[in-house]
């Protein structure tokens, strides 16, 4: 009965449980549907993580599981920097997606040289409307998804779920 409620808030607590798996935005994370999802058992470790290849050295984000670069399925998780500078940002006020609270703020967001990953246009939470300027420090974050139930093979199974953002360094 637990899980019966838990399903309802998926996603879109708008639809109050209708259209559970059809409306959930995120994505399956566990071994059985996703072949990344030791990206998101770093993430419940608090790491940010993705691909890079043991073959020619290129780093891919996001991760996947064959390099880019020379298809070679040959690869190693390594972690990515937490902190990033701000270029630019746009906060939808209003309007925005179901799901989502607003102010809904997306910044293009910069890593530095030193870093395979120099850019990502990366979700920012924990900040109020106005809060963030161009050139302020955000750091990695990672929050909860929640969850339905999903059926694996003959069972039904509950797979916890997080996902990540940055926020404001205060
Ligand atoms: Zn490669």
């Given amino acids: 009965m637990a899980d019966l409620q838990k399903a309802e808030i998926v996603g879109t607590p708008a639809l109050e449980g209708t259209y559970i798996g059809e409306m959930d935005m995120w994505p399956f994370e566990c071994q059985e549907f996703n072949r990344i999802y030791p990206f998101y058992d770093n993430l419940k470790e608090g790491k940010f993580t993705t691909t890079k290849c043991k073959d020619c050295g290129y780093t891919a984000f996001p991760p996947g599981v064959i390099c880019p670069s020379c298809w070679s399925e040959n690869l190693e998780w390594v972690e990515l920097p937490k902190k990033a500078k701000v270029v630019c940002l746009t906060e939808t006020q209003a309007g925005a997606p179901i799901g989502f609270p607003s102010p809904l703020i997306m910044a293009w967001l910069t890593f530095g040289e030193d870093t395979p990953l120099k850019h990502l246009l990366g979700r920012i939470i924990n900040c109020k409307e106005g809060e963030l300027k161009e050139g302020d420090e955000v750091q ?26 940055f926020e404001p360094v205060k």
């Fill in 140 to 165: 990695f974050v990672v929050f909860d998804v929640p969850s339905h139930p999903i059926d694996v093979k003959r069972e039904t199974k509950i797979c916890d779920r997080v996902f990540y953002a």
